[in-house]
């Protein structure tokens, strides 16, 4: 809360600068623009877009408080792109007043229409693009080789999906879509690493039309998930999350909502499948939902298994890698990280993560981390995919 706090003045200061940059920009295009009648209007308007966080927020339940709450989602990035293009022209234009530039037409009147018509034109495409971007989920294609016996199957084909983050952003279509997916690639299991849910049960627009939709995912051994530290149940603002000091435990409702699915949860535990391999779920290492707040080892969760066997391990966060190899696993899947999802966080996600996004092989095992389905923050992808993971393994052993 104290940090929120902290940056919402600055968060203000970023907005208002913004506002007044576009007024000068305007009243150059059209000394009409520089009245009141328009000013006041816009400001209305473009306030209460930079303030839709904070009002969806403090408003009890209700089809409005959706309806801004989405409206937010998109505001985000627009925000984000125009302050990005605003700033590099402004530093541009810095540099250029001190050379021999600054007796230039750079600075004229004609200058600034133009400029500002760039920035403006390229904001728009940005954000279209992020927000098509988003809603385009493609297929990524992995193959493996575990050096171990799988029983009958030589082959099993696991599909990977994480960070649905089904709520004010993510509805039924989008659900609607993955689904379509995963039930092309024939699977043998389905495997969900986590943020299945983005912090709030109620924020699903058609939680029945949804339900049908997961119910009807195809393979043959079922859907295993493991939860994320979205997958509780409380307030959110901007990325921040309120808890008010209470037990960050998971919500009834979407544990209930997940059994009606079908989709079995395996939060520190493992499941023996058709008596061939292991999959082991894990708790979120920041949220995971207990009474105090800790969770099992993956050594804990390992040292009884058939080490003979395949060993699948589901982790929401890709962290641990190390000892989840020395743990025996052969395969770690994992999401969380979303490749960062808008530029520049898809070129700064690798100082965070050992494995960002994709594929490496620790040791004897292979992590393998998808950038997710859903988004988070912003309906919006620059730099990055919403995927699937299809993930071919063949056993050598």
Same mark, same amino acid.
């Given at each position: 809360i104290m940090i929120f706090l902290f940056l919402l003045p600055f968060y203000l200061g970023v907005s208002s600068y913004? !506002?007044?940059?576009?007024?000068?920009?305007?009243?150059?295009?059209?000394?009409?623009?520089?009245?009141l009648r328009f000013k006041v209007p816009f400001a209305v308007v473009y306030l209460f877009m930079a303030l839709s966080p904070v009002i969806a927020f403090l408003l009890p339940k209700s089809a409005v408080a959706i309806v801004i709450r989405r409206i937010s989602t998109y505001w985000i990035g627009i925000m984000l792109y125009s302050l990005l293009y605003v700033v590099l022209f402004d530093l541009l234009r810095l540099i250029a007043k001190h050379t021999k530039l600054k007796n230039t037409l750079l600075?004229?009147?004609?200058?600034?229409i133009s400029i500002g018509s760039v920035v403006v034109a390229?904001?728009?495409?940005?954000?279209?693009?992020?927000?098509?971007?988003?809603?385009?989920?493609k297929v990524n294609e992995y193959s493996v080789t575990v050096n171990k016996s799988c029983g009958s199957d030589k082959?099993?084909?696991?599909?990977?999906?994480? @960070?649905?983050?089904m709520g004010y952003a993510i509805g039924v279509d989008h659900i609607t879509n993955m689904v379509e997916k995963i039930n092309q690639q024939d699977a043998d299991i389905v495997i969900i690493a986590g943020d299945i849910f983005d912090n709030s049960y109620d924020g699903m627009d058609d939680p029945e039309g949804i339900k049908a939709q997961l119910k009807s995912i195809k393979s043959k051994y079922g859907v295993y998930a493991v939860y994320g530290n979205h997958d509780i149940d409380e307030k959110i603002l901007m990325g921040f999350t309120f808890d008010w000091g209470g037990k960050q435990l998971h919500s009834e409702k979407m544990t209930n909502f !997940?059994?009606?699915?079908?989709?079995?949860?395996i939060n520190d535990e493992s499941v023996l499948i058709n008596d061939e391999f292991y999959l082991v779920g894990r708790r979120d290492t920041d949220k995971p939902g207990t009474e105090d707040g800790t969770r099992a080892e993956i050594s804990e969760l390992t040292k009884d298994l058939d080490k003979t066997k395949p060993i699948f391990v589901l982790s929401h966060e890709p962290d641990e890698l190390q000892k989840t190899a020395d743990a025996g696993a052969d395969i770690d899947f994992s999401g969380h990280t979303h490749d960062g999802?808008?530029?520049p966080g898809n070129l700064t996600i690798g100082l965070f993560w050992e494995n960002p996004c994709g594929m490496i092989k620790k @040791?004897? !095992?292979?992590?393998?981390?998808?950038?997710?389905?859903?988004?988070?923050?912003?309906?919006?992808?620059?730099?990055?995919?919403?995927?699937?993971?299809?993930?071919?393994? @063949?056993?050598?052993?």
């Open positions: 913004m !506002m007044f940059r576009f007024f000068y920009w305007m009243k150059h295009c059209n000394h009409r623009f520089n009245c600075f004229s009147r004609g200058s600034v390229c904001a728009v495409a940005t954000c279209l693009y992020g927000i098509f971007n988003a809603r385009n989920i082959h099993l084909k696991a599909v990977l999906v994480a @960070d649905l983050h !997940m059994k009606e699915c079908n989709i079995k949860l999802q808008l530029f @040791d004897n !095992m292979y992590s393998i981390v998808t950038s997710g389905v859903g988004v988070y923050g912003t309906f919006m992808r620059v730099g990055t995919d919403a995927e699937i993971c299809s993930v071919d393994i @063949d056993f050598a052993g």
